[in-house]
């Protein structure tokens, strides 16, 4: 059968993570050509036996997003849901509020991603056992560390066109990036084609040489390597717009992104217009501001009407009750119930004032580290924003376990942080005489200082010139302009948070680093003992 093209809209935008399902198979397969894949030897290869269906329901998905969430530290599962969603307009809605576990969530993120509801409907938690579950992040401690690298967003701009102007956009979050390592993990009882072009392609939007696809489910792992990515890149175009695009005549790693993700999931967590997704899988659209209600008959039952509509009222009995008083007392105990869900918000919020009143050295700290990363300074520069990140990572760093989420501390912690009064400079009395006009002043005007010119606002960027293959090398720049403000005298930063730092500290010190006294070279230590080797990794 000869593959039919597509219309597809403009600069269309591919998330990596699927882009290759339903596609030609003999475009699929001349992608997987293109890639070299060499396995790595394990000792240990026995599969981790968990129940993979429930009433014929595949649970890999979850189990892969869930071994993920649970592992590592600085995985979010909210940036996950707020991400896909980013990603597939289509499939936006509100998350119910009473679901707060991660297991709760991955099954939420699982329906998005497959648009089955039995996943919220008919699975039974907990997915997996804790015996399994620690026999998961066992083997993925053979690797990893809690504080890993996760969910590193990258994205890759295929330009189609000599004027530059369509491009298809490959877009994506890699599992993990370790020792310029892109990992892909996965939970299935059998890698396929597509996975291996997966952690491909995340190779290619990240620029990293290396790669390594790894199945924790019986332990195998691969070497990924793309000999020659510009056919590898013209090959995926090709596949994932079904032949629309055929060639690429440039690209571009995006860098600079309009929203970070931080902003994405501000926002999608905060927009009150989403459709509420309940645990029925039915989505229930907002509506209007309560009118009253009508109770009618309908044959031998009455139903509880919105006045406004003249739709059921929600969570009334879909087959009505059997008299006016049932139907009545049915109602009370409704809006009880939802007057009941609003206290326990109160006290939620009031849990949390608490909180911050007895850490308020902790809420202190939260000022003085938001003052830095806005300033580019400190130990916490290498983030865009004061976001649920930095607080996780601050509550860790000082040890303090919290009963609610990240993102309500860091919400109330704004809020009160809005009505806090800004403190108004100090005056002399005698300056406040004289401007009353009750005193003159003997004293000589002082000299006049003309301030110094502010420094000008500047961004991190990748030098596409100082970078080499597995070598990434960052600059400072200027906003505006786009001038070269501080290049690590010709070498470039090994890092954004190297750039941040080192420049901070220039201005700081007139434009330059002190000089260092030299020290001494410590003598080589050679350690014996077992080392594990993983090939090319």
């Not at 001494?520 to 014996?528: G, I, M, R, S, V």
Request: aromatic share 10%.
């Amino acid at each position: 059968m000869t593959p039919v093209k597509t219309h597809i809209e403009a600069n269309p935008k591919f998330d990596i993570s699927e882009m290759f399902d339903f596609k030609f198979d003999e475009d699929v397969n001349a992608c997987y050509d293109l890639i070299k894949i060499s396995p790595v030897f394990r000792k240990d290869v026995h599969p981790i036996e968990v129940k993979h269906s429930d009433a014929m329901i595949d649970l890999a998905p979850c189990i892969g997003i869930y071994q993920q969430a649970n592992f590592f530290d600085y995985y979010d599962i909210d940036s996950a849901i707020a991400y896909y969603m980013y990603m597939h307009k289509d499939k936006k809605m509100a998350m119910p509020q009473s679901w707060k576990s991660v297991e709760q969530k991955v099954l939420f993120l699982t329906m998005l991603m497959t648009s089955q509801d039995r996943y919220v409907k008919q699975v039974e938690l907990p997915i997996i056992t804790k015996e399994q579950e620690s026999q998961i992040n066992k083997r993925l401690s053979v690797l990893f560390s809690p504080d890993e690298n996760v969910q590193e967003r990258c994205e890759l701009n295929a330009f189609v066109d000599d004027a530059g102007v369509s491009k298809v956009v490959l877009s994506g979050m890699a599992d993990v990036v370790k020792d310029q390592t892109v990992y892909l993990l996965k939970f299935v009882s059998a890698l396929s084609h597509r996975h291996f072009l997966q952690c491909a392609s995340y190779m290619l939007a990240t620029g990293l040489q290396k790669g390594v696809i790894w199945n924790i489910y019986d332990n195998k792992l691969y070497n990924v390597e793309i000999p020659d990515r510009d056919a590898f890149l013209n090959a995926v175009v090709k596949c994932v717009t079904k032949g629309v695009y055929d060639k690429v005549y440039k690209f571009v790693l995006e860098k600079d992104y309009t929203q970070n993700l931080d902003t994405i999931l501000d926002q999608i967590m905060t927009d009150d217009s989403l459709p509420e997704f309940d645990t029925g899988g039915n989505v229930k659209e907002e509506k209007s501001q309560d009118e009253g209600i009508s109770i009618i008959k309908q044959g031998e039952q009455y139903v509880i009407l919105d006045a406004a509509n003249r739709e059921s009222v929600d969570g009334c009995a879909a087959n009505g009750y059997d008299s006016i008083l049932a139907a009545c007392e049915a109602y009370v105990r409704m809006n009880k119930k939802k007057a009941e869900e609003t206290t326990s918000k109160k006290e939620l919020l009031s849990n949390i004032e608490d909180w911050l009143d007895n850490h308020a050295e902790f809420e202190r700290q939260m000022a003085r580290i938001s003052i830095e990363i806005n300033r580019g300074i400190g130990p916490y520069a290498s983030y865009s924003t004061f976001s649920t990140y930095v607080v996780r990572k601050m509550l860790k760093d000082w040890g303090l376990v919290i009963n609610f989420s990240e993102r309500q501390l860091l919400k109330v912690w704004k809020e009160r942080e809005k009505k806090r009064p800004k403190p108004e400079p100090t005056r002399s009395v005698e300056d406040v005489l004289q401007e009353m006009g009750f005193a003159e002043s003997n004293t000589p005007p002082a000299e006049v200082h003309t301030p110094a010119p502010a420094a000008p606002a500047y961004r991190v960027i990748r030098s596409s010139r100082l970078s080499k293959p597995g070598d990434v090398r960052y600059i400072v720049v200027e906003e505006e302009s786009n001038n070269v403000l501080d290049d690590a005298n010709g070498y470039g930063y090994k890092s954004m948070q190297a750039a941040h730092k080192g420049y901070a500290y220039k201005r700081r010190n007139g434009g330059s680093f002190p000089a260092q006294p030299k020290k001494e070279k410590a003598p080589n230590l050679t350690l014996q003992g077992e080392q594990l080797t993983f090939g090319g990794v």
